[in-house]
């Protein structure tokens, strides 16, 4: 008998028939056990104590407190990088998902036959996925020069390689049957894919477009944080100088407009379904 049947025995139930079964043990204690010793070592290695978080977590309070009541009348600076968050977003969520679809129906093995080619596009989606979207911006920014320009790269990198691994294995797990149909009445690959696999991907990809596109508009607004324009550049500025009445009406403006954008493509996201 292993240790773990000497801690947790399994229960045994003696039927009308005189047949003793015993019940399926769980493996719950035994997970449970492993998360708090990885929980335990996490904290030592990473020096995180919860007594340290307890003792200062007034501070955040304080600054929640300056940020209250806003300054209103920064308003009117908010404006224009509240829209170039907004474009950034939107234009490279666009981009990213429009790119993203030859890549994906490559990576699909149950339309590319040769296990090369699509290990090898999965492999990219993979590398691609690993990057940071404040690195890839921290490149653009490089490359391109500041502002919104490597602002909108980032997000469409971001967008295709999120966006571009959840619509291949949308891909792979269509139903096929149609699409062998018309290959079998003589329709080409393209015109199969067409007919047959995209009318069973389309409305579940533009869903998770429009649910990406609302968390672009949260990860463009820290982008300025690398010079990529937007919210981010004025948020950074004024936390560096403790306006934090300031920062409360960037906050305000960013919080209402994450939510108009989340009701709209709630509504839409409906409507797919």
Known sequence: MSLYD??????????SNGVKVKEKRSRMPLILLILLVCTII??????????VVIRRISYFFVMIRDMFPPSWSYMSSV??????????SLLGSVLGALICVPFAILS?????????????????FSIVRTLPTLVIALIATYIWGLGTFAGTVAIGVFTFAYCG?????????????????????????????????APQVIPGFISNVLFCFEGNVRYAAILGYVGAGGLGLILNEKIG??????????????????TIIESLSQYLRSKLT
């Open 6 to 15: 000497r801690i947790f025995p399994p229960k045994e139930y003696t039927l």
């Open 79 to 88: 404006w224009v990088p509240l829209f170039d968050t907004i474009k950034m």
């Open 241 to 258: 100088w403790r306006e934090y009445d300031r920062v409360g009406m960037i906050l305000i403006a960013l919080f209402v407009t994450v």
């Open 108 to 124: 699909s093995s149950n339309l590319i036959k040769n296990r090369i080619v699509t290990s090898l596009f999965k492999l990219f």
């Open 42 to 51: 996490s904290g030592e290695v990473t020096g995180f104590r919860i007594s």
């Open 165 to 197: 691994k959840i619509l291949y294995e949308q891909i792979e797990t269509v139903d096929m049957k149609p699409y062998e149909a018309l290959e079998a009445l003589g329709c080409n690959k393209t015109e199969s894919v067409r007919w047959a696999v």
